[in-house]
């Protein structure tokens, strides 16, 4: 059991770094040329969510070896981490690495010619979690496992995109601020209602029956969906009124608006951290 809880913990601490460097690197991407003073500031969120990725991953794939075990006597046994190794497990940890990696060479070479490799490496790592968990062994995978990977490059697009609208808004001029807001609110839009389709519809193929939304499964399924009910509001409310007054009212909607988006950002964390949970210790079809 305690092998099963760390490695919950340390999945969950994965998923936020993969995100956070996934999503710094598309906004940076998308945003880089027009910033000033928050660019460095960026880059180096970025660089270290990516190095926080690079180090959570194998650790907590180490675990897996235990987790056959129960016990993390199995850590030390060397045939059953080579069995781990062949694994489709290993393959997916392999994915994500030379993912990230390729994510860290376009932050560090902070020119454009550089972004593409680091967009790269954000859709292979995107692409990962369409080869790993439920969907993967599922019937209609061919059809699941892209609507996964979508969730999951959305999910990265918002979730890691809201600490350097942070810092954009606390660094940049007023103007500047509320227009990299406003241009990335329209993105959002567009992009963030996605996830909820794709997971509901991933949610109804994997799921046997309704009754299973009284599982723990289906629980934890419905707290996501109340969550996103939740970040939508605070999104709406960004886009629409706290947004917008960065650029006429200064100091006061500048705090709240960093308010509401880390509390977004918070949000996204617990959900990440559910998720990485409820893959470990619960199925659909349990």
């Known amino acids: 059991m305690l092998p099963d809880l760390l490695s919950a913990s340390l999945r969950g601490l994965s998923f936020v770094a993969m995100a956070q460097a996934a999503g710094a690197m598309l906004f940076l991407a998308a945003f880089s040329a027009t910033l000033d003073s928050s660019r460095r500031h960026i880059e180096n969120m970025a660089w270290l969510a990516t190095v926080a990725a690079l180090i959570l991953l194998p650790v907590q794939f180490s675990l897996e070896a235990a987790r056959m075990t129960g016990s993390f ?23 994500r ?16 010619a550089a972004m593409p490799i680091g967009v790269a490496g954000v859709l292979m790592v995107a692409a990962s979690f369409a080869l790993t968990g439920h969907t993967a062994s599922h019937a209609e995978r061919w059809l699941l496992g892209p609507l996964v990977a979508l969730h999951v490059l959305i999910v990265s697009i918002w979730f890691g995109s809201l600490r350097p609208l942070v810092q954009i808004v606390q660094s940049e001029t007023h103007s500047l601020a509320a227009q990299v807001v406003r241009k990335y609110s329209r993105i959002a839009g567009v992009l963030v209602p996605i996830i909820l389709l794709a997971g509901l519809v991933i949610a109804a193929r994997l799921l046997p029956d309704a009754r299973s939304l009284w599982t723990v499964y289906g629980s934890i399924l419905i707290g996501k969906v109340l969550a996103f009910a939740v970040l939508m509001a605070l999104a709406v409310l960004n886009k629409r009124k706290l947004g917008p007054a960065i650029a006429t009212e200064g100091g006061p909607a500048r705090r709240t608006f960093q308010a509401a988006v880390m509390a977004e950002w918070g949000i996204i964390v617990v959900v990440l951290f559910a998720t990485a949970f409820l893959t470990t210790f619960w199925s659909p079809r349990a």
């Open 73 to 95: 006597a199995g850590l030390f046994d060397a045939d059953l981490q080579r069995f781990a190794l062949s694994t489709p497990g290993a393959r997916v940890l392999a994915l």
């Open 97 to 112: 690495i030379i993912g990230l990696l390729l994510v860290l060479a376009g932050i560090k070479n902070s020119f454009r």
